[in-house]
Structures are given as structure tokens and as C-alpha cells.
Nanobody
Framework: QVQLVESGGGLVQAGGSLRLSCAAS??????MGWFRQAPGKEREFVAT????????YYGDSVKGRFTISRDNAKNTVYLQMNSLKPEDTAVYYC?????????????????WGQGTQVTVSS
């Protein structure tokens, strides 16, 4: 069983930055992903990183602005979000699983955090 706890959300002005953290219990070799869901919208893939940290993939809407990273010594994954836009406003969720054949698909992850709210004002 893996427990995930997100932190770092908040209110920021457009153009600003936030860094989200996801602390995981248990194994350190899980692939980790970030997803987000805005009110009335479907869950959206944001980014994912392999267990080793060598491979990372991003959703088209955040490429060039967001960076995912991990510190396996701390069992923590980070999402650095720069140049934030009002359309980035959502609840951001951390997800994990040992084997993720399709990293952008939320259904491939068994473990999820409780989410952290990110609000970007214009």
C-alpha cells in the first residue's frame, strides 16, 4: 500500500510560480504522475516521471512551463509550475504505481493523493 500526500497549492497571480510536493510512503521506485481536474472538466494529465527519474513526460498544455522531478532519498516528487495561467486553476492530484504502461492515463495508476488546490488569478 502506498500513501501519497500533496502540498504546496495555493493562490497565485497569473505569471507567477508554485511548487507542489507529493510525499510517498513505502517504495521509492514507483512511477509518479500529476493530474489535475477543474470544476466541470475531465481529469487532465499534467506530467509523469519514471521511478529512476530518468524519463519525464508532459501534457501539451504545460510543456515548457512545468517541470516534474523527484528526490528518491526523500521519497518525494515535485511539480515546479512557472508562468501560471488562470486556466491552470484546478485541484492537482499526485498518483503512483509500479508499472504504468500508459503514463498519461489516470486509470493506469492505483494510488492517489487527496489533492491540493491551485488557483491562478488574472
Amino acid at each position: 500500500q502506498v500513501q501519497l500526500v500533496e502540498s504546496g497549492g495555493g493562490l497565485v497571480q497569473a505569471g507567477g510560480s508554485l511548487r507542489l510536493s507529493c510525499a510517498a510512503s513505502g517504495r521509492t521506485d514507483y512511477a509518479m504522475g500529476w493530474f489535475r481536474q477543474a470544476p466541470g472538466k475531465e481529469r487532465e494529465f499534467v506530467a509523469t516521471i519514471s521511478g529512476s527519474g530518468r524519463n519525464a513526460y508532459y501534457g501539451d498544455s504545460v510543456k515548457g512551463r512545468f517541470t516534474i522531478s523527484r528526490d528518491n532519498a526523500k521519497n518525494t516528487v515535485y511539480l515546479q509550475m512557472n508562468s501560471l495561467k488562470p486556466e491552470d486553476t484546478a485541484v492537482y492530484y499526485c498518483a503512483a504505481d509500479l508499472f504504468v504502461p500508459r503514463p498519461s492515463r489516470g486509470t493506469d495508476y492505483d494510488y492517489w493523493g487527496q489533492g491540493t488546490q491551485v488557483t491562478v488569478s488574472s
